[in-house]
């Protein structure tokens, strides 16, 4: 395997490491602190939970690939 690719494909495998570890982290967070608020909106509010939902995801997406990518080029710089 050729050097370049060899790094790309460790470079990946950091990334998805640190990309699910973070989610997980995410999960709960948001399930601790805000799991019996979600709940009490959607059994009363459905619309009101379907377009927050569509808001967390969308925001959670836009943040840790953020931070994905800042810790990535972190990880690239001092690999360098």
């Known amino acids: 395997m050729k050097k ?3 790094r790309t494909l460790r470079a990946f495998a950091i990334e998805l490491t640190i990309y ?4 997980v982290a995410y999960f709960f967070l948001v399930l601790h602190l805000l799991g ?7 059994i009363h509010h459905r619309y009101t939970y379907a377009s927050l939902a569509i ?6 997406a836009v943040l840790l690939e953020s931070l994905t990518t800042f810790l990535i080029r972190l990880l690239r710089g001092r690999s360098e």
Do not use: H, M, N, P
């Open 20 to 23: 699910a570890l973070l989610v």
């Open 55 to 60: 808001v967390l995801i969308i925001g959670q």
């Open 36 to 42: 019996a608020w979600l709940y009490g909106l959607e």
């Open 4 to 6: 370049e690719t060899a």
